[in-house]
């Protein structure tokens, strides 16, 4: 006799990290993913001096919810957002769970707190899936040394990709990402109507202090 597949949903608890202090005077909240095998306590660690100089500034870094040992069985941990085991029900969960998230913070934030979402390497794919499902519109989406999704839905990634500035951000010596691989990214986003920026810097796969600067910086110009 084979085997059947079932799914039970259960009670989990998700783990993030913040910056700032979340008030009724943030009027600018960063929502971050971080790539593969990575955690969201040293993922955060980047944004952090964006949040010290401005105090209407509130970082949110939520954690993939699977953890595993980086080599063997000991020694440095990761986090995954999905794999491609069982990838459907991966990403109906991580879409619940930042649904949730926003829904719990937002409404301690100002009324017209401008949201900005950026997922990095992995984290890129999954912000793009969760945005698809998303209650709430960010006023800017920032892809770093990650991908748009290809088996997404066409007609839902135009609805929720119109009028949404996109930045595409990769580092000139990145180990994953080629030229190739940028410009295929950027006839994608022509395709659904968007005309992203694109901004380099000299580096691997990697953050990078300079450009997250420049991009909070241009933030707060526009929001004057």
């Known amino acids: ?14 783990r993030y990290y913040q910056v700032g202090e979340i008030s009724a005077s ?10 593969y095998g990575q955690l969201a306590a040293y993922f955060i660690r980047h944004f952090a001096p964006l949040a010290a100089t401005a105090p209407d500034l509130v970082v949110l870094a939520p954690e993939g919810l699977s953890r595993f040992y980086l080599q063997g069985t000991n020694g440095r941990i990761g986090a995954t957002w999905m794999t491609r085991e069982d990838r459907l ?3 109906n969960d991580y879409v619940a769970y930042l649904n949730q998230l926003v829904e719990v913070v937002l409404p301690q934030a100002a009324p017209d707190v401008a949201v900005t979402v950026l997922g990095f390497s992995q984290g890129a ?3 793009c899936r969760w945005l698809t499902q998303a209650r709430f519109r960010p006023v800017q989406l920032v ?7 290809p088996d997404m ?16 951000i990769c580092g000139t010596e990145d180990e994953f990402i080629t030229e190739e691989d940028l410009e295929q990214q950027r006839h994608l986003f022509r395709h659904v109507g968007v005309e992203p920026t694109i901004l380099r810097f000299a580096g691997k796969h990697t ?9 909070n910086e241009a933030q707060l110009a526009s929001r004057h």
């Open 89 to 91: 029900t991966e990403i």
């Open 1 to 14: 006799m084979l085997a059947q597949e079932h799914h039970l949903p259960v009670v989990r608890t998700a």
């Open 125 to 127: 794919a999954t912000v």
């Open 207 to 215: 953050l990078n202090a300079a450009v997250l600067a420049e991009l």
């Open 26 to 35: 943030t009027r600018r909240l960063w929502v971050v993913a971080h790539g």
């Open 143 to 149: 892809l770093w040394a990650g991908a748009f999704p």
């Open 153 to 168: 839905d066409f007609d839902v990634a135009t609805h929720f990709l119109q009028d949404l500035p996109v930045t595409l």
